[in-house]
C-alpha cells in the first residue's frame, strides 16, 4: 500500500511539473466562469419576470373610457365595479369578482365553483370580495372543490396564510403561489385523461405540498435555464422560481464536466505513452515494482485528477454563480417529484451529485484514453484517437439512430456513458434506463482495463 | 570462491521473426568488473534487457542475488541497478527531482544517499538544473547515480562512456572499479571497444551475432590474442644497424618495415630479452627513440577476429 501511495504521489509530482497540465487545471477554471457568465449574460437578455406588471393597474380608466364610448353597459359594470373594489389582475379577489359578474373561466377556481354548483353563488362572491373575507371565500369553495384539491384550502385556513392582494408585490406570500398552482393542478388532473399529463400534475402537487409542509421557500429544482425558458413558453407544470439566482446558473453548470471530459483525454492518454515517447520507460520499469503496480498508480492519478477537475469546476461554479447573482439562496433545498417519489435535498448537494453523475462520463473517457495509452506509444496517438471518439462517438451513434432508424447502437457506450442525460430523461433510445446504461458501462470498464493491462504488463520494451 | 550474483542460463530470445540471442549463459561475481564485448548489433543490449526485465525471455533463466527475474521480478530488482541505451530522465524535473523518483520507488533512500550519489558522479553543483538543459555526457552521469542510488549488488550499464569526455570516462572507470573492487559491487559494463575494457575490466564475456564466444580473464586474453610471443616495435637512428647488432639474440625474430624494426619476443622472459635488445642497440652506438609494445592492436584485432567482424556488414 505504502509502495503504492509512493507511485502515485510521483505520477502527482510529473503531472505538476508538466506545463501542460497547469494549462489544463486553469482551462478548466476559466471554462467554468466563462459559462456561468454566458448564462449570466443571457439572463439580462432575458427580462426578469419579476419586474413585469410590478405595480398592475386597478383603475381601469383605458377599460371604463372604452366602455363609455361604445355604450357596451355590461362591461362598463364589469371594469367599474372592478375599479371600486381597487381589484387588479394580480389580486385574489379578481378571480371571484369576475365570476360573479358572469365573465369567470372554467379554468380558473371560482369559475369551476360556479359552473360545477347547481345555485347561483354570485351573491356569494360579491359579497366575498367587496368584504375582502377570504377566510369565508375559502370556507365556502372548500367542499365544492375537487377531493384532491381541497387539501391546499385546508392547509391555508390551518395555518391562517391571507391571500395576497398584489402577487407581485415584495412582500407576496411565496406559499400563495404554490397554495394557487396547487389548486390549479388539481383542477387541470381532473380535467385531462392523459396518465402521464395525469402523473406530471400529480408531481407538481406533492412538490408544492411537500414545500408547504417544509416551509421551503426557494426550491432550486427547476430553476436552470432550460427549466425557465420552459415554464415561460410551454404550459407544462414545473414548479418554479420566477426570478434570476445563482441557481439558475449553477444548475446549468454540471455541463462543463463534458468539458473536463476532453481534458482528462490529454492526461490519461499521455500518462502511459509519454513514458515511451520520452523514452523515461526503461528507467521506470527497472525499479522494484511490478508493472501492474506502476500501471495502478498511473490509473488511481488519472481518476483522480478528472475528480479533482470536476470539484474544481463545481467550487468554481458555484463561487462564480454566488459573485454573479448573489449567494442569497445558497441554503436553498433542492426539492423534485419523480412518479409519486418526493425527494429533499441541499441545493448544493443535489448539484455535486448532478457534476458526479456527469464524472461518470469523465470515468469513461478516461478509462478509454487511458487503455488507447498503454496500447500505443505515441502519446499524440493516444490523445487523438481519445478526442475522435469523444467527438465524434456520440454523434456517429445519434445519426445512425436517427437517420437510419438502427436502433442497435444503443449497446454502444456512446449512447449510455452520459447518465446525468439519461438520468433526467434526454435520451433518443425510448426505455433507456440507468441500470442498463450503468451495464453497458461497467462491461466497457472492464474491456478497457483488461486491454490495458494486457498491453502493458506483457509488452517489450 | 567470489559469489555469483548474475546468473544467465540458456536464455533465449526472439524478436519478431529474428531469432537475436541463442543460448546465452554466463555468470559474473561481486567485486568484479565485468566486460560484456560485442559488435554492433551482437545483442549486449538485448541481453541486458532481458535482465532488468524489460523484455520478456523465450526460454532459460536468468537470476541476479539468486532470485529469478521472471519469478521475483521485485527481489531481483531490488538489487540490480542500470541504465539500458541511452539515459533518459524526465527532462522537466531536474536531476535532484529524478533522483527523488527513483528514491520513492525503492526502499530505504535518504536524502543523505542522494547528495552522496550526486558527489560521485561529480554533478553536486548542478543537480538544481532540469535535465533539459543537461549535455549528453551530464546526463550519462545523471544515469550512473539513478543507477548506484540504492547500492545495487549488480549495475549493469550498457555503453555507459557514450557522450563522456576523456576525464569523464576516466572518472567513471575510477568509479567502477572503486564499486567492485572496494564495495564489492558487480559491474557488468557493455561495449564494442576492445580498448575500453582492457582499462577496467577484470574479466570479459564476448557476444557476438547473439551467441556467447567465451569468458575471458584479461590475461587470458592478451595471451590468446600474442600466442607464445610478444610483439615489439623499435624506433631508433639506423633500423638496418640495429637489426645487425640485435641478431645474435636467440628466439626472436625481427622483421624490418620502413624505418623501424618489428621484433617478435617469446613471452618466456620477455623482459630480460627487451632489455638485452635495449642495451646491445644502445652499445652499438645507435640512437635509440622509443620501443612500444604492440599487444593493444593486436588485441583489437583479435577481437575483430574472433566476433569475425572486420568491418563487414552487421549480422
Ligand atoms: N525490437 C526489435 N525487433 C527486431 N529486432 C531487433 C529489435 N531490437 C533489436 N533487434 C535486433 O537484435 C539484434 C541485437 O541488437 P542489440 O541492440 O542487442 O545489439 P547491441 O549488441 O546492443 O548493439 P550496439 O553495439 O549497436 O548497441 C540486432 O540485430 C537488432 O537488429
Ligand atoms: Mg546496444
Keep these: 500500500m505504502g509502495k503504492l501511495t509512493a507511485l502515485v504521489k510521483n505520477e502527482y509530482i510529473k503531472q505538476l511539473k508538466k506545463r501542460s497540465t497547469i494549462i489544463i487545471l486553469i482551462l478548466t477554471a476559466i471554462v467554468s466562469v466563462g459559462f456561468t457568465g454566458i448564462v449570466k449574460l443571457s439572463t439580462l437578455e432575458m427580462s426578469d419576470p419579476e419586474l413585469d406588471d410590478h405595480t398592475p393597474d386597478t383603475s381601469y380608466s383605458v377599460e371604463i373610457e372604452d366602455a363609455r364610448r361604445n355604450g357596451d353597459d355590461t362591461s362598463l359594470e364589469y371594469y367599474t365595479f372592478l375599479s371600486e373594489q381597487g381589484i387588479s389582475t394580480a389580486d385574489w379577489r379578481y378571480d371571484p369578482a369576475v365570476t360573479a359578474l358572469g365573465e369567470g373561466s372554467f379554468d380558473s377556481v371560482a369559475g369551476y365553483v360556479q359552473k360545477n354548483s347547481s345555485e347561483d353563488i354570485s351573491g356569494r362572491f360579491r359579497d366575498f370580495v367587496i368584504n375582502k373575507d377570504w377566510k369565508g371565500y375559502y370556507g365556502f369553495i372548500k367542499d365544492k372543490l375537487p377531493e384532491e384539491a381541497r387539501w391546499a384550502v385546508e392547509f391555508r385556513l390551518e395555518n391562517d396564510i391571507a391571500p395576497d392582494e398584489n402577487m407581485y408585490s415584495e412582500d407576496a406570500d411565496w406559499r400563495n403561489v404554490q397554495l394557487d398552482q396547487y389548486l390549479q393542478y388539481a383542477l387541470k388532473k381532473s380535467k385531462v385523461s392523459s396518465e402521464q399529463m395525469k402523473t406530471n400534475y400529480d408531481d407538481a402537487m406533492k412538490t408544492a405540498r411537500y414545500r408547504l409542509e417544509h416551509d421551503i421557500a426557494f426550491n432550486v429544482a427547476g430553476t436552470s435555464m432550460t427549466d425557465m425558458e420552459r415554464v415561460m413558453y410551454e404550459d407544462e407544470p414545473m414548479p418554479t422560481s420566477n426570478k434570476f439566482t445563482m441557481w439558475t446558473a449553477f444548475t446549468t453548470s454540471p455541463s462543463v464536466v463534458s468539458f473536463v471530459g476532453l481534458l482528462i483525454i490529454i492526461i490519461a492518454g499521455s500518462i502511459v505513452a509519454s513514458e515511451f515517447s520520452n523514452g523515461t520507460i526503461k528507467f521506470l520499469l527497472i525499479n522494484p515494482r511490478s508493472r501492474g503496480k506502476i500501471l495502478i498508480s498511473k490509473y488511481i492519478t488519472v481518476i483522480t485528477a478528472g475528480l479533482v477537475m470536476i470539484v474544481l469546476c463545481f467550487i468554481v461554479s458555484l463561487l462564480t454563480a454566488g459573485l454573479m447573482f448573489g449567494f442569497g439562496e445558497a441554503g436553498a433545498t433542492y426539492v423534485k417529484t419523480t412518479a409519486g417519489e418526493t425527494t429533499a435535498v441541499p441545493g448544493i448537494l443535489y448539484i455535486f451529485g448532478q457534476y458526479m453523475l456527469k464524472g461518470v462520463y469523465v470515468l469513461v473517457m478516461a478509462t478509454f484514453s487511458f487503455a488507447l495509452s498503454s496500447l500505443v506509444k505515441s502519446s499524440s496517438l493516444a490523445i487523438g484517437l481519445g478526442i475522435f471518439a469523444m467527438t465524434m462517438g456520440e454523434s456517429v451513434v445519434m445519426m445512425l439512430k436517427q437517420a437510419f432508424g438502427i436502433d442497435a447502437v444503443r449497446y454502444t457506450i456512446f449512447a449510455n456513458y452520459d447518465i446525468q442525460s439519461i438520468a433526467s430523461g434526454q435520451t433518443i433510445f425510448a426505455g433507456q434506463t440507468i441500470g442498463f446504461a450503468l451495464i453497458i458501462i461497467a462491461i466497457h470498464m472492464v474491456v478497457f482495463l483488461l486491454t490495458a493491462w494486457d498491453g502493458f504488463t506483457r509488452r517489450d520494451v | ?315
Design chain 2, 1 to 315: 570462491m567470489p559469489e555469483t550474483v548474475l546468473k544467465i542460463e540458456n536464455l533465449n530470445k526472439t524478436l519478431g521473426k529474428r531469432h537475436i540471442l541463442h543460448d546465452i549463459s554466463f555468470d559474473a561475481y561481486a567485486g568484479e568488473v565485468f566486460g560484456f564485448l560485442g559488435p554492433n548489433g551482437a545483442g549486449k543490449t538485448t541481453t541486458i534487457k532481458c535482465a532488468v526485465g524489460l523484455i520478456s525471455i523465450d526460454s532459460g533463466t536468468i537470476s541476479i542475488g539468486g532470485r529469478e527475474v521472471s519469478e521475483d521480478f521485485e527481489g531481483a530488482m531490488a538489487q540490480v541497478g542500470g541504465i539500458v541505451e541511452n539515459p533518459e530522465m524526465y527532462k522537466f524535473l531536474t536531476a535532484r527531482q529524478n533522483l527523488e523518483q527513483y528514491a520513492r520507488m525503492r526502499d530505504g533512500i535518504t536524502k543523505e544517499r542522494i547528495d552522496e550519489v550526486l558527489k560521485i558522479v561529480g554533478l553536486a553543483n548542478r543537480a538544481d538544473e532540469k535535465i533539459s538543459k543537461y549535455s549528453l555526457g551530464m546526463r550519462q552521469r545523471a544515469g550512473v547515480a539513478q543507477a548506484i542510488l540504492h547500492k545495487p549488488k549488480v549495475l549493469i550499464l550498457d555503453e555507459p562512456t557514450n557522450g563522456l569526455d576523456p576525464a569523464g570516462i576516466k572518472e567513471l572507470r575510477d568509479i567502477l572499479k572503486h564499486l567492485a573492487h572496494e564495495e564489492g559491487v558487480c559491474v557488468i559494463v557493455s561495449s564494442h571497444l576492445m580498448s575500453e575494457m582492457e582499462l577496467m575490466c577484470d574479466r570479459v564475456g564476448i557476444i557476438a551475432q547473439g551467441k556467447m564466444l567465451g569468458v575471458y580473464t584479461l590475461e587470458e586474453l592478451m595471451n590468446s590474442s600474442n600466442g607464445e610471443n610478444e610483439r615489439y616495435l623499435i624506433r631508433c637512428g639506423d633500423a638496418q644497424k640495429a637489426m645487425e647488432a640485435i641478431a645474435d639474440i636467440e628466439g626472436i625474430e625481427s622483421t624490418l618495415s620502413d624505418d623501424q624494426l618489428e621484433i617478435s619476443v617469446p613471452i618466456e622472459g620477455a623482459k630480460e630479452t627487451i632489455s638485452r635488445i635495449n642495451r646491445q642497440i644502445v652499445l652499438a652506438e645507435i640512437p635509440l627513440y622509443e620501443v612500444n609494445l604492440l599487444e593493444k592492436k593486436k588485441l583489437e584485432e583479435a577481437f575483430i577476429e574472433m566476433t569475425g567482424n572486420g568491418g563487414d556488414q552487421i549480422g
